[in-house]
């Protein structure tokens, strides 16, 4: 993706200090990069995990301002441009979730009304609605970006434009059936507390379902220093292993149905793609690696990029198929009937 300045500056940012799952202040550096992808930004950016041993989560400390987010989050922004990848690329992705809804509708009843966190352009609304038959009515998005919402709500869906912070006052406690939240609960404030508030809007017997990146995966592990695609600098906020992920869904009342491996293939190209471009020190935003010329082969958006998406959505199914983690997992939790 192009970026919208010619020379990014810094940004405004502020310390967050502790850890939102067990609470602790104790860290130790565990990733540093930039804004490698859409380079919004000057900023040097950090990852810290908390050295608790029960814990791990990391968090990148510190983070952008708030007011910081229609920088970060520009219109361009993937999430809002789905319809401009390739054909190919849509239907096999489009293929890849009914086979997660059908792994995930397979743990409960069919869903009366469902919520979608961090909807985009509408494409999981969409797709309940046929597999499930429901009513655009029952079938609500929250989404940050009003030109998305506008769009949604244009053809009778339930969006709702608000950070997912802030999303509560228009949601009904123990309404939804099925909650999903694909690659968002990494760019939230606070992680932890919204898994608790999702455990409220949940209808006893319903389920969450949360895909986020998993940082023991062995991409994450080979660009473990500031490369991995899964860091997102500086979007992602807060980063999970399959055993933290799971404490914050136990701690929040939630009951593990299962954990599912997911293609990564976005953050081994991605991670490619920054090695190529800025180096293996990856210590700014001018193109000194070995071949940035190349790189463009290992964007997921870009068109050159489209044999390396179908050769590692093909790794990572075959690593699934072995048992191997993968870089994006997903948790399918229910809350417990009364």
Avoid at 162 to 182: K, M, N, P, W, Y
Wanted: aromatic fraction near 10%.
């Amino acid at each position: 993706m192009a970026s919208q300045f010619a020379e990014p500056g810094p940004i405004a940012e502020h310390k967050v200090g502790r850890c939102f799952l067990c609470g602790g202040t104790a860290s130790e550096l565990m990733a540093a990069g930039y804004d490698y992808e859409i380079q919004t930004c000057s900023n040097k950016w950090q990852f810290l995990r908390c050295i608790d041993i029960d814990c791990g989560l990391a968090r990148l400390d510190p983070r952008p301002e708030t007011s910081a987010l229609g920088v970060i989050y520009p219109h361009d922004y993937y999430a809002y441009r789905m319809g401009k990848i390739s054909t190919i690329a849509l239907k096999a992705k489009e293929w890849l979730d009914r086979q997660k809804f059908a792994g995930i509708l397979r743990h409960g009843c069919k869903p009366r009304r469902y919520l979608d966190i961090g909807c985009g352009d509408g494409r999981y609304l969409r797709m309940v609605e046929t597999l499930c038959g429901l009513a655009k009515a029952d079938l609500y998005g929250v989404e940050l970006d009003s030109r998305a919402v506008s769009g949604l709500e244009a053809q009778g869906y339930r969006a709702i434009c608000s950070r997912v912070e802030d999303c509560g006052q228009h949601l009904e406690a123990g309404s939804f059936d099925l909650i999903t939240i694909f690659n968002v609960i990494e760019h939230v404030v606070d992680p932890v507390a919204l898994i608790k508030d999702m455990h409220a809007w949940l209808a006893p017997g319903g389920l969450v379902a949360i895909e986020t990146p998993d940082t023991s995966a062995l991409d994450a592990r080979l660009f473990a220093e500031g490369l991995w695609g899964g860091y997102h600098f500086p979007r992602h906020w807060t980063l999970f292993t399959r055993e933290s992920l799971r404490r914050a869904a136990e701690d929040a009342g939630l009951e593990l149905v299962a954990f599912a491996g997911q293609t990564g293939h976005s953050f081994w190209m991605y991670s490619l793609h920054h090695w190529l471009k800025y180096g293996s020190r990856g210590d700014g935003l001018s193109a000194r690696g070995a071949a940035p010329w190349l790189a463009a082969c290992f964007d997921p958006l870009d068109k050159w990029g489209l044999p390396m998406l179908v050769f590692f959505t093909t790794l990572d199914m075959v690593r699934h198929a072995c048992g191997l983690r993968t870089s994006s997992q997903l948790l399918i939790a229910r809350k417990k009937c009364d």
